[in-house]
């Protein structure tokens, strides 16, 4: 690593003093979130924090869930209102979310997938992208944040990998939907299902700016097919059985800003449009149990290489994110 990116994992983006002038814009945003973009780093190549200030103390210790947290969980495939995030966490992750979304910028080709919008109605938007805890260094610390990595070790019962993390915005007035899913409709490439989502408000997710919503024990369904992302909330019912169509009635899960809730890939879930004069910002990091195997001789995620059907899934590209791999 070289020039701005060096400088990055050297200093405390708060803190930090250099020798010389930097240029202009870095004076208008956070200096981690202009750095990033101005380097060909690959942050997939450090398996541990980067930012040692967005991490608060009480990170060291988490408190994790309680035995009524968990159990509700595995009663219902879910569990929401989790704290997770400070303010001052939110404040870098919505700076840095603001560059990565930045139309005057390009895409930055290390994205997994990145779609400005990848809603079906034109009328509408959903901005979509997978794979910033490559490029920015505040998304790539949060996979590693000792508080949700806690939980997700205690509801998979065991070590956890990184699988992919996710961005999720909903502008005011026309955010788009997303329809009815499970994850692992999306996931059949890997094997067994010991998949985990922990989906975080950057923004109050109300009912009006289109929070997520769950149906209550739909986690011990079969796998329904896979869906177009945002396209029409009544597709799932023609795959839906009597009995559950009588169950079906979801829930909303109201956030407060850096609350967190957490699903199991098979618990259906989707959101309505935003018709709030408010955003919603989401980030999405999607844990597996360590031991999970690839199930297809083509790459899991676009442009990493392939694992052979079989194999286990780790390496660079899914890092041990328990607390002993660092």
């Not at 010991?194 to 209550?216: F, K, P």
Request: proline share 8%; glycine share 6%; charged share 20%.
């Amino acid at each position: 690593m070289r020039g701005w990116g060096a400088l990055l994992l050297r200093q405390d983006y708060r803190n930090s003093r250099t020798i010389f002038k930097p240029p202009a814009t870095f004076l208008r945003r956070r200096r981690c979130v202009i750095i990033c973009w101005m380097t060909n780093a690959d942050l997939s190549n450090f398996h541990k924090p980067v930012l040692p200030s967005f991490f608060d103390g009480t990170d060291s210790r988490p408190e994790g869930l309680s035995r009524e947290q968990i159990d509700f969980f595995h009663q219902n495939g879910f569990i929401s209102g989790v704290p997770v995030l400070s303010y001052r966490q939110l404040g870098l992750l919505r700076d840095e979310l603001a560059l990565l979304m930045d139309p005057s910028l390009p895409p930055n080709p290390l994205f997994y997938e990145f779609h400005r919008n990848e809603s079906s109605d034109p009328e509408t938007v959903l901005f979509h992208a997978l794979g910033a805890w490559r490029i920015s260094p505040g998304f790539h610390d949060l996979v590693f944040l000792r508080q949700i990595v806690k939980i997700a070790e205690q509801l998979l019962g065991g070590p956890v990998r990184l699988w992919h993390d996710q961005l999720f915005v909903k502008p005011p007035r026309d955010g788009a939907v997303v329809e009815w899913h499970q994850d692992y409709s999306y996931w059949t490439r890997t094997i067994p299902v010991a998949h985990l989502t922990c989906w975080i408000g950057l923004d109050d997710s109300t009912e009006d700016n289109g929070c997520l919503r769950y149906v209550r024990g739909s986690h011990n369904w079969d796998l329904l097919p896979k869906y177009h992302l945002s396209s029409n909330m009544s597709a799932v019912y023609e795959h839906l059985t009597d009995e559950q169509r009588a169950a079906f009635d979801p829930v909303p899960a109201l956030l407060q800003a850096g609350q967190a809730s957490f699903h199991h890939p098979l618990t259906l879930h989707g959101s309505y449009e935003n018709t709030s004069n408010r955003m919603r910002r989401a980030a999405v990091v999607n844990f597996f149990r360590d031991g999970v195997t690839s199930d297809s001789d083509e790459p899991l995620l676009d442009g990493v290489p392939v694992i052979p059907p079989g194999s286990k899934i780790e390496g660079r590209f899914f890092p041990l994110v328990s607390e002993e791999s660092f």
